[in-house]
């Protein structure tokens, strides 16, 4: 249920920057420790959107894929089970995510807001 919390705060940053210009994409980079439903994102983002400059605008959404890095021996890895021990050198105390925590939106596509002919 946090989806329809990050569809509404994205909405806002989105109308914050579209400065009354009509959205085509709202592009977003989303970590996997997140714990966000991408379809369950893209349905609230729908409702919120409505009657906005972002309706019908697409959500695109990059997933990144969680990372650890241990800083003791600087070893990078995707965690494959709930562990948070290095592979590398089996440290567990100095391990911390490298990415994954993402929640960002990248950037806005914006259409040019029509121009009224000139008439001489």
């Given at each position: ?74 070893h990078e890895w995707e965690p494959l089970e709930p562990t948070f021990r290095c592979p590398g050198c089996g440290a567990a105390e100095r391990v911390v995510v490298a ?22």
């Open positions: 249920m946090h989806e329809l919390s990050i569809a509404t705060a994205t909405l806002n940053t989105a109308l914050a920057h579209a400065e009354e210009r009509p959205v085509e994409v709202v592009a977003m980079r989303v970590g996997a420790l997140r714990q966000v439903v991408p379809e369950s994102l893209e349905f609230y983002w729908q409702i919120v959107a409505r009657d906005t400059v972002c309706e019908g605008a697409r959500l695109e959404l990059t997933v990144v894929a969680a990372r650890l890095r241990c800083d003791r021996c600087g990415a994954g925590e993402e929640l960002t939106v990248d950037y806005l596509e914006l259409k040019e807001p029509r121009k009224e002919p000139i008439h001489a």
